[in-house]
């Protein structure tokens, strides 16, 4: 009998990490090139001069770039949709009658 060696995937469930993006910061900086790359072609056919096109994609590339890798360090794996969720649950429930408890109370 031979011995078999076998290699082990130890990135199984593990997010995905690109350059020190997480998770879904990868696919929205990709969406955010994607628009730029769409700006850029639409300012270049209305006629706008190309260095004057390259400079405004630059610095909205930069701005992109600078404020993903932000949010990012900022918030990690999952805290953006946290956050966003947390929006969501109100601060307090204000009840004018106990009624709506004494008629599941009474179901049961």
Do not use: D
């Amino acid at each position: 009998m031979s011995n078999s060696v076998y290699a082990i995937n130890k990135g199984i469930n593990k997010p995905i990490e690109f350059k020190g993006l997480k998770a879904q910061y990868v696919w929205w900086l990709g969406g955010g090139l994607v628009g730029l790359l769409i700006l850029f072609a639409v300012l270049y056919i209305i006629g706008i001069n190309t260095f004057i096109c390259l400079g405004i994609i630059a610095i909205a590339g930069t701005t992109l770039f600078i404020q993903i890798y932000k949010l990012s360090r900022t918030y990690g794996e999952h805290g953006l949709m946290k956050k966003v969720a947390r929006r969501s649950v109100p601060t307090f429930i204000k009840s004018n009658s106990r009624t709506l408890f004494f008629k599941r109370a009474a179901r049961k």
